[in-house]
Each structure stands twice: as C-alpha cells, then as structure tokens.
C-alpha cells in the first residue's frame, strides 16, 4: 500500500496559486537574459499568502551551476536580493521558486530543499519556455513525500490550481500590449484622452452586447440563463443611483479639471524651455 503523508496531503488541498503578470514577465526575461551556457534559470518568488492562496506578486532570477553531478546556488546573491526587496515591500516574503523549463530532474529536488528551509510549504513554478506544447505553458506545484509504510520516502511534486490574475494597472498595461504587439516590437503610447476614449469604446461594445442579449432572451429567440441573469442584477445594482442632471454636472467638473492640469503642465514646459533659451543667449 502506498501513503501519502498526512501534512503533505494537507499542503495541498485548498491550495491554489495566483501569479501576476510582472513576475511572469520578469521569469521570462531571466530566461533571455541567460549566460549563452546556461540552457535554464532558477529564481525566488516573492508574494503574500492569506487562507490557502499563495500570490506571486515578483521574482527574480539567482544564479546557479548545473552539472551532471551537482548543482550550486548562490545564496549570498539570494539573501542580499531578498532583504533589498523587503525594503521596498515588508510584506511580501519568500514563497517558493520558479524554473524555466518543464523538466523535472534530481537538481530539482535538491534546489527545492533549499527553499524549503526558507518556506516548509514552498511552491514551485515551472515555465515551458521550450514551448513544447505550443504555448508558453505555466505550472505550480508543491512538494509531497511518497512510499510504503515503514520504508524509504520519495519526492514527489504534485500540481496545484494556478491562475493568472491583475493589479488594474497591470490590466491595463497587459491589454495595451496585447492589442498593439507588432513584429517590430513598438507599443504606442496613448495619451490620457486617449486611453479615456479606448475605454469608453470598450464599455460601449460590452454594453452593446448585453443589450443583444437582453433582447434576443425577451424576444423569445435564445433561451435565458439564470446565472447571467444573477450576474447582470449583481452587477445593476452596484451602479450609484446618480441623477443624470448630476452625473453629468461631475463628468463636466472632472473634465475641466483634467484640462487644467494638461494646460498647466504645457505652460510649466514652455516656461522651461524659454528659461533654458534665455540662459543659453545670456550665456553667450
């Protein structure tokens, strides 16, 4: 009969992990930034944990040697990585590590053991940057002991649920590169009006279809569901109740003011440059 220990099973259930997009990008480019030798990077993850989710909030890369018979970590470089990090975010502490690469071999065991000194429930993340399965493929897992009663334990590392999720301003970066990626790699940058009009757009289609939606269930042509119908009353009900004589009056008001702070900030500018100019002449 085969077990399963107890704390390890316990590790596991309820777990799930949520990695946002800045350490994922910043995994990633560990991997482009690799010496020409390395074939794979390892790294520390960093985050918050509250009631069974662990949230990947940063990482960054550590250097390390492989082998065929060893593998060495610098962990001074790691120490001195992590308390510059807490210094600018004391809340987030070590929760694990990431490898760039879907290949888990005995190194993986023996790095993950110095993890677990700094986390006994240390995650570990693997990212398929071989793309062997046709996409950039994202995995956690945890580590659990596995073997017969009364005999030697093995290592096993068991997968757990993980999700990308976002900060709003991670959001809005992400879809800003999603919608413009061009082979020659330039992102234009809107400007404030700009990214006030794209989202406006973007809310008028969503409210477009809703609206089609609503029609094709009353008219009797798509069958109603009630899940999106508690999700379109949950969400109604959210939305202040605002006189539109009101409603309006603010919008004008927040307006006025976004115009303002573009006037100002174009008159400090030219000011600026005058003053620059002047001191050139007087200069001369």
């Given amino acids: 009969k085969i077990s399963v220990s107890r704390s390890a099973m316990d590790n596991v259930v309820g777990l799930s992990v949520q990695i946002h997009p800045v350490a994922l990008f910043a995994m990633v480019d560990c991997h482009e930034r690799r010496p020409e030798a390395a074939k794979r990077v390892i790294g520390t993850l960093m985050g918050v944990k509250d009631k069974g989710v662990v949230e990947v909030r940063a990482a960054y890369t550590v250097p390390h040697n ?150 094709s269930v009353t008219s009797g042509k798509t069958e109603g569901d009630s899940s999106v119908g508690r999700l379109l009353l949950e969400t109604l009900s959210r939305i202040p109740q605002v006189e539109p004589a009101k409603y309006e009056a603010m919008v004008n008001s927040l307006m006025q003011d976004m115009l303002m702070i573009v006037y100002l900030s174009n008159l400090t500018k030219t000011q600026l440059t005058l003053g620059e100019k002047l001191s050139q002449i007087t200069a001369g």
Avoid at 67 to 89: P, S, Y
Avoid at 112 to 127: C, E, G, K, M, Q
Avoid at 138 to 150: C, D, I, M, N, Q
């Fill in 66 to 215: 492989e082998t065929e018979d060893e593998v060495a970590i610098d962990m001074m470089f790691d120490k001195d990585m992590m308390k510059l990090h807490q210094r600018v975010n004391p809340l987030e502490v070590v929760l694990g590590w990431f490898l760039t690469s879907a290949d888990i071999t005995l190194h993986t065991v023996l790095i993950h053991d110095y993890y677990s000194r700094l986390d006994p429930n240390a995650i570990f993340v693997t990212i398929d940057t071989g793309l062997t399965s046709g996409r950039l493929e994202v995995k956690a897992h945890v580590k659990s002991r596995l073997g017969l009663p009364g005999k030697t334990e093995g290592i096993i590392f068991t997968p757990v649920p993980s999700e990308t999720v976002c900060f709003e301003p991670e959001r809005v970066g992400v879809t800003q590169l999603i919608k413009y990626t061009s082979p020659e790699g330039k992102i234009p940058v809107l400007s404030r009006f700009g990214q006030i009009e794209r989202a406006a757009e973007a809310l008028d289609d969503m409210l477009a279809k809703v609206l089609d939606y609503i029609e």
